[in-house]
């Protein structure tokens, strides 16, 4: 049976908006560093081509290794706007992570496990000026940009230092 209709100048409710489907968190590693430090964090923008900061800039100095933090295949290694860029997109999702400026080591097509390295960050290109270098950080759904740290588990996200427990009924060395 249909609802009443709607009164005039009342626009009538749309379809709902779709949520963004959850990003698992198959990161096994962070792409430079151990727990790099991170210098700005993910701002979404309102718009889609509003203001904000579609990544994270983590702190790195020129000639680290930059990582895989999963398993994919490249699918872009090469120069945009004079900066290094390599993105890969990782295994069994329809993610893709994008890494800049960076000196690539790989090439388009190439399979890579979750720890390779993809190239070294670039002496020059970053946007995080003179004083601190860095590695910008993406992620992508289609054209949507998301939070990379999203793919880090809690573990890899909040590791603290190691704890060595008592082992109980084995004997101390003597």
Do not use: I, N, Q
Not at 75 to 81: E, K, L, P, S, T
Not at 104 to 118: F, H, N, Q, W
Not at 120 to 128: I, K, Q
Request: aromatic share 4%; hydrophobic share 40%; glycine share 14%.
């Amino acid at each position: 049976m249909p609802g009443p209709p709607a009164r005039a100048g009342t626009p009538a409710p749309g379809p709902p908006v779709p949520r963004e489907a959850p990003v698992p968190a198959v990161g096994r590693t962070w792409p430079v560093g151990v727990r790099p430090p991170v210098l700005r964090g993910w701002e979404p923008p309102a718009t889609v081509y509003g203001p904000g900061h579609r990544g994270v800039d983590l702190a790195a100095p020129p000639g680290s290794p930059v990582r895989a933090v999963a398993a994919g295949r490249v699918v872009f290694a090469g120069r945009v706007a004079g900066r290094g860029v390599v993105s890969v997109a990782l295994a069994g999702t329809d993610l893709r992570t994008t890494y800049e400026p960076v000196s690539p080591s790989v090439r388009k097509g190439d399979a890579v496990a979750a720890g390779a390295v993809v190239g070294v960050v670039e002496p020059r290109g970053s946007h995080c000026g003179p004083a601190a270098a860095c590695v910008h950080w993406g992620l992508l759904r289609g054209e949507t940009y998301l939070d990379p740290l999203s793919l880090l588990p809690p573990w890899l996200l909040r590791r603290g230092p190691s704890r060595l427990l008592p082992v109980l009924g084995v004997p101390l060395p003597g």
